[in-house]
Nanobody
Framework: QVQLVESGGGLVQPGGSLRLSCAASRFTLDYYTIGWFRQAPGKEREGVSCITSSDGSTYYADSVKGRFTFSRDNAKNTVYLQMNSLKPEDTAVYYC???????????????WGQGTQVTVSS
């Protein structure tokens, strides 16, 4: 069974930074397309960023472009989401998820982590 575990969330002031990690077990992360999603209270879940397995193409939501960076460490079987210049509207529970569809970020993400809370507030 695929397992994903997020970490790195917390409370940060506006303008600050956090790095989220998503560690995989029981499967090789590099073989899957990986997405970061978030859900704020009272809002629908939204896609934040994604990296395809086939060629490493990386995509970002417009709201985070230029501020967030998605990276992968295959040796550690872990992906990261570096979040800079954080804003209060970035407050949400962040999830990583894995899709067997290696060539697109629009496939079915069938495996999810438990989420990590990010709160941006002064």
């Amino acid at each position: 069974q695929v397992q994903l575990v997020e970490s790195g969330g917390g409370l940060v002031q506006p303008g600050g930074s956090l790095r989220l990690s998503c560690a995989a077990s029981r499967f090789t992360l590099d073989y899957y397309t990986i997405g970061w999603f978030r859900q704020a209270p009272g809002k629908e879940r939204e896609g934040v960023s994604c990296i395809t397995s086939s060629d490493g193409s990386t995509y970002y939501a417009d709201s985070v472009k230029g501020r967030f960076t998605f990276s992968r460490d295959n040796a550690k079987n872990t992906v990261y989401l570096q979040m800079n210049s954080l804003k209060p509207e970035d407050t949400a529970v962040y999830y990583c998820a894995a899709s067997r569809n290696r060539g697109t970020c629009h496939g079915d993400f069938g495996s999810w982590g438990q989420g990590t809370q990010v709160t941006v507030s002064s």
